[in-house]
């Protein structure tokens, strides 16, 4: 991590945009819980759950690195899944994603409870 922060930008299922400060090396996960964003990711970030799945800004999804086979199976399971779907855990802010664009689902799944 180089301490250097850039911009990001949630939109919510009601449309309102909240553009936050992003921290270079955190996940879209950690800075949603760094800003009070509704994105729950209950397993932590360890990837055993859907419940940070965001949508991603169609012009931002081809500079993301393209998901794996683990990460498109826990997708599988994500509530509201579009073209340009991922989880926020997996989406590392650098240099390059300065301005990302994502958008929060209407709602989630936790496979975690019973």
């Known amino acids: 991590m180089s301490g250097r922060v850039f911009k990001m930008t949630f939109v919510e299922p009601d449309g309102k945009e909240r553009v936050v400060d992003a921290p270079d090396g955190d996940t879209v996960l950690d800075i949603a819980h760094a800003n009070d964003i509704d994105l729950e990711g209950a397993c932590e970030g360890c990837m055993a759950c859907s419940t940070c799945h ?9 500079r993301l690195t393209p998901s794996g086979e683990e990460e498109d199976d826990i997708l ?5 899944l579009a073209r340009t779907s991922r989880l926020g855990c997996q989406i590392t802010i650098t240099e390059e994603l300065d301005g990302l664009v994502v958008r ?4 989630a799944r936790n496979m975690l409870l019973g």
């Open 104 to 107: 929060l689902p209407a709602g």
């Open 54 to 62: 965001v949508i991603v800004d169609p012009l931002w999804h081809g």
């Open 76 to 80: 599988d399971m994500a509530f509201g």
